[in-house]
């Protein structure tokens, strides 16, 4: 993932080495003292991002990307190369579960799900290598624009998210971070709320129509080599806050230097509560409109939050559009939708952090 950052002379050495730790995966992005205090914000370095880009219908050329770019995703034009996928999570054999077809008009599940995963038209740059120590999430972004029609709310939608994840295939385990869903056209709540949520298995829906006609429904995670059952369904747990884009009395704001990017940060900051905010990325203050939030951990859905406060968790990065049902049928507004990604971030620490 390419980035452009406006403030270089805010970074400082990455805190690992002078831990002695010679590995440069990150790098401190805001202004901290020598020890680092948590949440000791941590850049992922744009070097480890690759992008990826796969949709309903093979488009001939691939956007050229250089540098130190502001890399962000024009909706619904965009080009795009083949089919171009993470490794290892190309086929349904090479997924952690085991998916079957579902009716849901009789609630029966019927074959198990082979061949290639079937897929969204979506963008989206990712970490190829997992990385340890994620207490947190940060990412300096803006969430901007709508969408002017969608023939069929109930199928079709387009999501835009930046989030931290365990598996490199998106199917299970631990995921966290930040998304805008725009589903109804003028529908100015979704355009103007970003959502932090943390889950398990969230991708676990069972809900997952591709480009079959009729598109294929799937019935949940089933585990390897079970018979299809309630009992052997494993189900997403998600828990989520509503956060508003900044805001005075309703108008969008800018930040104090006229831009619509902001840091939008998450942690642990104990180990049963989130904090959430979004700040300035230029003087830090609490952005207009939006209030710093505690959420408590509802531990139903994470339920090893004390380990992963005091030890961190390990997976991957990435930020993803999404547009569920093909450029044909949502139709950008005006502004097109686009989500910019500057900069994404660990809440990390520098010293080991204990529960009561």
Known sequence: MKYMLSIPSMRLTDWRLALGIAVAFFALSRPADAQCAYPCWSEVASNLFSYLSYSPVDLPTKPSETPAIEFYYPMPTQTSGSDETVSGCTTFSGLTYDHYSYDYATSTYGSKLTGNLPRDMDFQHTTSSSYGGWKGIFTRASFRGAISSNPDTNKYSLTQAVFFHEDACYETGLEFGFYRQ???????????????????????????????????????????????????????????????????????????????????????????????????????????????????????????????????????????????????????????????????????????????
Request: include cysteine.
């Open 182 to 356: 725009l589903i109804n056209a003028g529908n100015t709540t979704q355009q103007n709320t970003v959502y932090f949520y943390y889950g398990v298995d969230v991708n676990c829906t069972g809900l997952a129509p591709n480009n079959a006609s009729p598109p294929v429904q799937q019935g949940g995670c089933i585990q390897k080599n079970a018979t299809p059952s309630s009992s052997t369904t494993i189900l997403p747990k998600i828990d989520g806050v509503a956060i508003p884009i900044p805001n005075n009395s309703g108008t969008e704001a800018t930040n104090s230097m006229g831009g619509y990017d902001w840091f939008w940060e998450a942690w642990l900051s104990d180990c049963s509560t989130w904090s959430i905010q979004v700040l300035d990325p230029y003087d830090y203050s609490v952005a207009p409109g939006t209030s710093v939030i505690t959420h408590t951990v509802d531990t139903t859905v994470l339920s090893n939050a004390s380990s992963i406060y005091q030890s961190g968790a390990t997976g991957h990065a990435s930020s993803v559009q999404q547009l569920v049902g093909g450029a044909n049928n949502i139709q950008a507004g005006s502004p097109s939708p686009v989500v910019k990604v500057y900069e994404i971030g660990a809440a990390k620490s520098v010293s080991n952090l204990t529960c009561p």
